[in-house]
């Protein structure tokens, strides 16, 4: 007979021989711990799922066989499972599987691309998850679904799903003046060296007011190629004098002012990194946001999140348990397997387990 007891202290040892224990890894089990999964999996009780991907325990049939294991399905794999990295955040994006008593996702993140390395950061109801990290951070992550008792399904893939984040935009920019700030072209434009002669400059001043132009071509102090353009100047802009407004002036489409900001009639741009966008309208074909987006007013055709969802008709669903249509009629289901309320415009019926109406109340009857 095993006489295991658990070992009193918080010293590592201590914590490890408990843990080993608790799961079973030692001594002869008798004093593993037991699960949710477990008592749901021997039909003591059932699972419910809560808010946020949680589960708790509701009461079993106390016979040792649940009334919905039956029904609950192993876990599918995940699909179409992408990464989107932003500045602090990387989105997580899936599609909601389609198993009876599917509960979560759980999702798994590794700095290399191996799965025996990756560790449970999160889980999600959803088909959404935002993850926050560092910018400029790299790593790899993959993705499971669980189903109401608790079993695993597959991974989504055994190779991981890359995502990277922007590094911070003060930082990069900072970077950019410091390189620029060593050129041998700022030294030429603001007469501070003599004139070299990889460069070619062209300046003009009117008292304590310069500005120029320059170029050079060759090799810095440190042998490495150096090729620029500078422009010394408080303002700078372009125009196209061959086509002037009709009232004579010009348009202007790139200055850079005064304030050192540019400015830019119309842009087209394959990619553009922007730490704040202030924008009046923007039209999109896709719009991601790591974090949140808020807003007082939103119109959209479907509302999708986690088990909840609301159709182009406005019938509403709540996971696998509720269901409103546009209608007027109200499902309303305690387990998967049928079992439940339904509430029409001119009737409500109670049903058992085994799908037989107990209870009728209609308006056809008077």
Do not use: C
Not at 79 to 89: D, P
Not at 303 to 309: N, Q, R, V
Not at 339 to 358: C, F
């Amino acid at each position: 007979m095993s006489t295991t007891k658990f070992r009193a202290g918080k010293d590592q040892a201590s914590v490890v021989e408990n843990i080993e224990t608790l799961t079973g890894q030692r001594g002869d089990g008798r004093n593993r711990a037991v699960t949710y999964g477990d008592l749901a999996g021997l039909g003591l009780a059932n699972l419910r799922q809560l808010g946020g991907g949680k589960v708790a325990l509701s009461p079993g049939n106390g016979i040792g066989e649940s009334s919905s294991a039956g029904r609950v399905q192993k876990p599918t794999k995940p699909t179409s499972f992408k990464a989107t990295g932003g500045f602090s955040y990387v989105l997580l994006e899936w599609d909601m599987p389609n198993y009876r008593g599917r509960s979560l996702t759980e999702i798994y993140r590794s700095p290399d691309d191996n799965l025996a390395d990756a560790v449970l950061i999160a889980s999600s109801a959803a088909g959404v998850y935002g993850d926050p990290v560092d910018p400029g951070w790299s790593g790899y992550y993959w993705i499971r679904h669980v189903n109401s008792t608790g079993e695993p399904g597959p991974f989504n893939a055994s190779a991981g799903t890359y995502a990277e984040t922007r590094p911070d935009n003060t930082a990069v920019i900072e970077l950019v003046q410091e390189q620029l700030n060593g050129s041998p072209l700022i030294g030429e434009l603001t007469n501070k060296v003599g004139a070299l002669d990889n460069t070619w400059s062209v300046k003009a001043k009117a008292g304590d007011i310069q500005a120029g132009i320059g170029l050079v071509a060759g090799k810095d102090a440190d042998g490495n190629p150096i090729s620029q353009v500078a422009i010394a100047a408080t303002q700078f802009f372009v125009f196209d004098p061959n086509h002037p407004n009709d009232d004579g002036t010009y348009s202007f489409p790139f200055v850079v002012n005064g304030d050192g900001k540019v400015v830019i009639d119309e842009l087209v741009a394959k990619e553009a990194v922007i730490k704040i966008l202030s924008a009046q309208t923007i039209e999109a074909d896709s719009v991601k946001a790591g974090i949140q987006i808020v807003s007082p007013y939103i119109k959209t055709a479907r509302i999708e999140s986690g088990g909840f969802t609301v159709d182009p008709l406005g019938n509403a669903t709540f996971g696998e348990l509720v269901r409103i249509s546009a209608a007027g009629e109200l499902s309303i289901r305690s387990s998967v397997d049928g079992r439940g309320l339904n509430i029409s415009n001119d009737e409500i019926r109670v049903i058992d387990k085994n799908g037989v109406e107990r209870i009728t109340i209609s308006s056809r009857d008077r």
